[in-house]
């Protein structure tokens, strides 16, 4: 397990998704739109997620991608 890390980028932290609480939110891409972290999916092996802005667009993403936590929208 990765521990959190300063980024030397302009934008702040990253993490790995499965450290992030369910509800927060996240980028995938520093530029990038913002997901809302949700449950765990035992069949697909992955976090269920969603777009902060459509509700009805989701994806399945690993627990073991790099994210992006602090910035602002």
């Known amino acids: 397990m990765r521990s959190v890390r300063k980024n ?20 995938l891409k520093e530029n990038g739109n913002v997901l809302v972290k949700s449950d765990y999916d035992r069949t697909e092996k992955k976090y269920y997620c969603f777009y902060y802005d459509d509700v009805n667009h989701s994806r399945y993403v690993s627990g073991d991608k790099e994210i992006f936590t602090d910035f602002v929208f």
């Open 8 to 27: 030397n980028k302009k934008e702040g932290q990253t993490m790995l998704l499965k450290q992030l609480k369910n509800g927060e939110f996240f980028k």
